[in-house]
């Protein structure tokens, strides 16, 4: 393998660079003021407090254990969803996708909202358990540890079936077509092919839910009780409230350090390039290093299980004169995954009625009819001002985020060689690194230089969190270019910037556009950088529905919460048309 080529290099510098501003020289600082005096001294004094105090040992415990579950849940509950996506033609997964996506960009507050309508003392699980006989009284469904384990599932699947699906769509379904033909049964077809060159995928997402996991507050803290409180709430309790930025910084190194082993762990076994959607190709050497003879023989035992247990289905949905035979396995896969995604959409759209209650508290059912809570949104200048100053960043982050990311992404597509793993790992880290570990190194670089509550420091935070976005939709948009149009224009005269100009964008431009809606989405979703960079003034969209929960969980923030999935709903729609025009102008 060679190195970069040096024309990919310019194209990767203001990403790096950048990355390099606002992430690694924030967060080294922050964490350097964890073995430092007051004095200037090293010291160990915050990581003994730590070893000394049982509640922080528990917190932490408490913390890898919600993070391990949900992992473990979401990967198990995420794979029939993404299965069925990745193995349904171009059209069916356009729209199996939208179910996917619409929660995953869906805010978290709105989600936890509804959950609090669901699980209520007066919500409509309770409801209904109470009508058929069920219980006689509510059951204390909400604010323990069942809760914050719903709610971060619910909120951590639609990241684990896009990871999954962007590895699985590159499968070759021809090898298992080939394995059915030569008479291989669909259950060990699937266990002793499909399975394993899907494992990348599944390492994938179970990852960025695991690190995801350990740095998320926001269910935790509006589902859970005090015996539930995670280790990010105690870091923003210690910068928050007691300006204690040297414990801040050992809890935050000790959640990094974690984080990096296992990111590490997963890099030498599976590669990071599978989080980009990487399949066959670099991923393929992955299979032999876990599926030895033992991992062989299970997975053919799998297959045999599967095959018997399927045997008396199939032979019931056998083959009639007006309709062929189709595998028992498929008609199951179909249910489980229609309830799945009744579990992830459902919940937001429990808000839209809510918001139109005619009582002050979130309960169900809705009580009367009234437009109150819309009205007192546009009325109230704190909220108008929110929701304008979100658009605004958010407008801004795409753009700064699309000039940075895509050249990066050009940069790598077209030059990469040897060091492009890590080049790539490094444009992704604020995937991997806990956002609440970035939130807390931003501001404490902010207030050093007078920008907190400053617009720009909040596009500088929101833009950090939205380049991988962009550095992967571009990617793929690439993957599927044909550089044959830019070798045309090159042979009829035009140099690198006119056929770029003229040629490469002009075909790129619906992924391009797509790639600023997500970036736009991140922006105007995204709580945690604005919970510490806007310093109670200014708030954004998020941070105005945050400060409102906190005090009262009411019908405002269903009729907000409303108008949010009403707007990742018009920018999902918008990117599908925009990825529909662009395929029908290629072809």
Partial sequence: MTALRPRAWWLLIPALAFLAALMVWPVGQLLSQSVLARDGALTLAQYERIAATPVYLRILGLTFRCALWTTLLAVLFSYPVAYLIATSNNDRRARLM??????????????????????????VINQYLQALGITDEPAALLFNFGAVMVGMLHALMPLCVVTMVSVMENIDGNLSRAALTLGGRPGSTFWRIYFPLSMPGVAAGGLLVFITALGFFIIPALLGSPREIMLPQIIIQQVQEL????????????LLVSVLLVFLLYDRVFGVSTLAGAAGGEAAPTRARWTGAAGR???????????????????????????????FGRWLLIAVAALIFAFLALPAFLMIPVSFTGSGMLDWPPRGFSLQWYEGLWEAPQWTA???RSFQVAFLTGLLAMLIGTPAAFGLMRGLRRGGSAVLALLLAPLIIPRIII??????????????????????GHTLLAIPYVVVTVMAVLKTYDIRYDAAAASL?????????????????????????????????ELTIALFTTGGLNATLPKQMWDSAVLQVNPTLAAVSTLLLLLVTL?????????????????
Wanted: proline share 3%; no cysteine.
């Fill in 98 to 123: 939208f179910w996917v996506l619409l929660p995953f960009w869906t805010s978290f507050l709105v989600r936890a909202f509804a959950w609090i309508v669901l699980l209520g003392r007066n919500g």
């Fill in 243 to 254: 300006l204690n930025w040297r414990f801040a910084g050992a809890l935050s190194l000790l």
């Fill in 439 to 460: 939130a807390v190194a931003l501001f404490y670089l902010f207030a050093r230089l007078q920008m907190v509550g400053s617009t720009l420091g909040l596009v500088l």
């Fill in 493 to 525: 005269g035009a140099n690198r910037l006119r056929t770029l100009w003229h040629v490469t964008l002009p075909l790129m431009k619906s992924g391009l556009a797509a790639a600023f809606l997500f970036a736009f989405i991140t922006s105007f979703d």
């Fill in 297 to 327: 023989t299970v997975l053919a035992a799998l297959g045999r299980i599967t095959d018997a247990l399927a045997a008396p289905f199939e032979a019931a949905f056998g083959a009639t004169a007006t309709r062929p035979a189709r595998p």
């Fill in 386 to 388: 929110a929701t304008l």
């Fill in 571 to 587: 920018v999902l729609l918008a990117a599908d048309w925009l990825r529909r025009r662009d395929r029908a102008v290629r072809t």
